[in-house]
């Protein structure tokens, strides 16, 4: 299948397999390994890409699902405040330990905060939801994202 879709902004096309996952293809055949396999069943969000804008773990998507559609991965994150904050304080707050959740815990966080930037501190827990981290305990992330939200409201920004 001659897939056609769009990647992090830019119209992409090649011959694949409409029934690989769209994971394989990403790593493999675009060279975009900043998503990773976690247990490859859909269940710790390590995969986790943007759709069309929603959040999917991409061990569970064929990629001719993605045909005619927008995929934003990490690297597609870009460097506006939302995503540079959420970079910044996932680092400084040691939310990154091992970093195999990282890439899917920073699409879901960016996408969290750019939608619901007033988002409170149990609503982030919420927004994070099916992101599986062994390392942190969880509280280092939300402590970080708590802190990029402050940031994007003008609260302690540079």
Partial sequence: MNLRFSLNGEQTALDVSPWRRLLDVLREDLALTGTKEGCGEGECG?????????AVCSCLVAAGQVEGREVRTVEGLGDGAVARAVREELVSFGGTQCGI???????CAVRALEREPDASRDRLRELLAGNICRCTGYQLIVDALECAAARGRGEGAE
Wanted: hydrophobic share 45%; charged share 10%.
């Fill in 101 to 107: 959740c990282t890439p899917g815990i920073a699409v």
């Fill in 46 to 54: 390590a995969c986790t890409v943007l759709v069309d804008g929603e």
